[in-house]
């Protein structure tokens, strides 16, 4: 029996969680590029309270709920295989580190546009434009990357103490509210952005 058939055949949780996650990042990343060039684009323009609440749920989900789960369960299990997986999860780990920086100075260039008076928040389109691409290379590098580099090198047995430490790490209650927080980000989106983002205005 080879290496690869003692291997898991399904997908651990924690690579099904993180690939839920990353969905729902994908979805508010092409919501907000896909309204940044309407600002450019349209004779309307969006609110930019949209923008921020994209901004917002990408802080509290991304850098604060996801990036961690990625460090703390997953490339923390992978060091053990030292070189061969180095360099990748050291990247990735670079990235996570700048994430908040990346989107506060993306905040800060909507703030400046804002202030400046003007309609299409020219640079904020450009600037939404790139922070996109990146963090869109950031999530495939992981998914074309270190999911295969875990699930060939990870044993069964690695794999279940992933699980018991992320479920020692899980609180219920933190996990409910932390979940409403989201949702009523989500439904803020929803009511202030136009189609085909959101049910908001159209004009």
């Not at 996650?21 to 969006?46: C, F, K, M, P």
């Not at 990146?134 to 295969?148: I, T």
């Amino acid at each position: 029996m080879g290496l690869a058939s003692t291997r898991l055949t399904a997908m651990p949780k924690v690579l099904d969680i993180i690939r839920d996650e990353h969905r729902s990042i994908y979805a508010v990343l092409d919501g907000l590029r896909y309204l940044a060039r309407h600002n450019l684009t349209s004779e309307s323009t969006i609110d930019p309270k949209v923008f921020r609440a994209m901004l917002h749920f990408l802080e509290t989900y991304a850098e604060r709920l996801h990036h961690p789960k990625e460090d703390q369960y997953l490339f923390a299990a992978l060091r053990q295989f030292g070189p061969q997986v180095e360099a990748v999860i050291a990247g990735l780990e670079r990235d996570h580190a700048g994430g908040e920086r990346a989107l506060r100075d993306l905040d800060h260039c909507l703030a400046r546009c804002e202030a400046a008076g003007e309609k299409r928040y020219a640079a904020f389109a450009n600037a939404a434009e790139d922070f996109v691409r990146d963090y869109l290379q950031h999530m495939k590098k992981e998914e074309d990357e270190v999911f295969p580099l875990a699930l060939k090198l990870l044993s069964p047995g690695d794999w279940a103490v992933i699980d018991i430490a992320y479920g020692e790490d899980y609180d219920p209650y933190v996990a409910a509210q932390e979940k409403r927080d989201l949702r009523e980000i989500l439904d803020r989106i929803v009511r202030l952005a136009p189609p085909p983002v959101g049910v908001g205005p159209a004009d």
